[in-house]
């Protein structure tokens, strides 16, 4: 079994080689910045699993749930920071080897890590955006958290009532067609795939590796917990990315 530091050097020498690496990044990144996964111990989502979109457009207890949850959520992902991993993708795209980041998570921390936001496509949408499920107006996330910490259990649009919620994709809710293009053309032409802190189990992203694999592109893998594409990857290294990445980048 190799070591860290062998499993790292293997990496280097794929990242060196490389000039379009696309990264796929889930919860494992964000929850070394505090804000809970889905499947962990004690998560919140296990307390009280997630509001389906049908759900959600279809029954007032459901969105009465949805904003309750939110409520408690909201706090840890306002607090939440880059942390070291989020910043070592960055001195990737300042090494101008990035082609792109595709992520599952809806925390924003990407951006506020530094990189260019055209470069970053977010699966499942941004939760610092509030958005009409009837008319598609959009205004900042904060502005309704306030309505719904005065009271409110289910805001309405001010402009056509529709019922408002996050820029997030909920569970049965589809992901727009161009976010999901964009993200297949990234996996499609890079020349390096990288998935940190996802466990590759929710669709479609967990497909997108196997694209790069189709074209014979080399994959790393860094996760906690195995994937189902471990056999296929070339790398694999169960390890937090705060600890991985920054030491990663620092052998280029």
Not at 34 to 40: A, C, E, L, Q, V
Request: glycine share 6%.
């Amino acid at each position: 079994m190799l070591t860290l530091q062998e499993q790292l050097q293997n990496a280097a020498r794929l990242v060196r080689k490389a000039q379009r690496i696309v990264v796929l990044t889930g919860a494992g990144i964000s929850t070394e910045s505090g804000i809970p996964d889905f499947r962990s111990p004690g998560s919140i989502w296990l307390r009280n699993p997630p509001v389906s979109y049908p759900d959600f457009l279809n029954k007032p207890e459901a969105r009465r749930q949805y904003w309750e949850t939110r409520r408690s959520l909201s706090a840890q992902v306002k607090a939440a920071r880059p942390n070291a991993a989020h910043r070592a993708l960055v001195e990737l795209e300042r090494h101008n080897l990035l082609l792109g980041i595709i992520t599952q998570n809806f925390d924003g921390l990407h951006h506020d890590a530094g990189h260019d936001s055209a470069r970053v496509v977010e699966l499942h949408g941004n939760s610092r955006e509030a958005v009409c499920v009837l008319c598609g107006t959009r205004s900042p996330m904060e502005e309704l958290q306030r309505r719904v910490d005065a009271g409110e259990t289910d805001p309405r649009c001010t402009i056509c009532s529709g019922y408002m919620k996050s820029a997030t994709v909920l569970f049965g809710q589809h992901i727009p067609a161009d976010v999901l293009v964009r993200a297949k053309e990234l996996a499609e032409t890079c020349d390096l795939f990288m998935v940190v802190g996802s466990s590759l189990q929710v669709l479609p992203a967990a497909n997108l590796p196997r694209l790069a694999l189709k074209n014979g592109v080399p994959l790393i893998i860094v996760n906690l917990a195995p994937t189902p594409l471990d056999d296929y990857a070339d790398v694999v290294i169960r390890e937090k990315a705060g600890l991985v990445l920054p030491r990663l980048v620092e052998m280029l």
